[in-house]
T-cell receptor, first 113, second 117 residues
Framework: EPEVTQTPSHQVTQMGQEVILRCVPISNHLYFYWYRQILGQKVEFLVSFYNNEISEKSEIFDDQFSVERPDGSNFTLKIRSTKLEDSAMYFC???????????FGPGTRLTVL | AQTVTQSQPEMSVQEAETVTLSCTYDTSESDYYLFWYKQPPSRQMILVIRQEAYKQQNATENRFSVNFQKAAKSFSLKISDSQLGDAAMYFCAYRPVESFGNEKLTFGTGTRLTIIP
């Protein structure tokens, strides 16, 4: 069964460094999402992406964040200058259409030191 | 803004027994979707069950069923014949009926379910 995959599973970085989190959505899916979960807190929406543009973003998704679909398979989340408070689990998800079930990846744990 | 509340941070149940996880939500929309997601220790979230607000009939998926009370804005999950593999964090989530730019899921804080052998 097709799955959403994410790499790396764990990323450790120094404050102020740039990180890129990678996701491979399910191949026939058209909508892509990033969510994050700070340890012990709820899962929060960051951004949705369709047809090579952002369709919705939360207030968390400020100028330090960007998303890109550089090729036909990858979907990336870039944080330009990481802060301590960016430490969280980042989940990628995808769906065939906007109203369909969102399938989640296993997550990338980002630790900012 | 929509909010989702799960008032039970932790629950436990004996294997083979039944347990109910609570969820309430707040919205001004009349049509929307509600979901229960399961997040096992491996941390990949899996959809357990989905309810469409315009449907009066409660959704059922094998041992999982919901009690959807639209007027009370309540959406509880019942797990029957609990199994060890049901141990996980369970998240209740809300999403409006689709319109472009409004596909995000709003999650509750989760309920950690422990199954006692």
């Amino acid at each position: 069964e097709p799955e959403v995959t994410q790499t790396p599973s764990h990323q450790v970085t120094q404050m102020g460094q740039e990180v890129i989190l990678r996701c491979v959505p399910i191949s026939n899916h058209l909508y892509f999402y990033w969510y994050r979960q700070i340890l012990g807190q709820k899962v929060e929406f960051l951004v949705s992406f369709y047809n090579n543009e952002i369709s919705e973003k939360s207030e968390i998704f400020d100028d330090q964040f960007s998303v890109e679909r550089p090729d036909g398979s990858n979907f990336t989340l870039k944080i330009r200058s990481t802060k301590l408070e960016d430490s969280a689990m980042y989940f990628c998800a995808s769906s065939v259409q906007g109203w369909d079930e969102q399938f989640f990846g296993p997550g990338t744990r980002l630790t900012v030191l | 803004a929509q909010t989702v509340t799960q008032s039970q941070p932790e629950m436990s149940v004996q294997e083979a027994e039944t347990v109910t996880l609570s969820c309430t939500y707040d919205t001004s929309e009349s049509d929307y979707y509600l979901f229960w997601y399961k997040q096992p220790p491996s941390r990949q979230m899996i959809l357990v069950i989905r309810q469409e607000a315009y449907k009066q009939q409660n959704a059922t998926e094998n041992r999982f069923s919901v009690n959807f009370q639209k007027a009370a804005k309540s959406f509880s999950l019942k797990i029957s014949d609990s199994q060890l593999g049901d141990a996980a964090m369970y998240f209740c989530a809300y999403r409006p009926v689709e319109s472009f730019g409004n596909e995000k899921l709003t999650f509750g804080t989760g309920t950690r379910l422990t199954i006692i052998p």
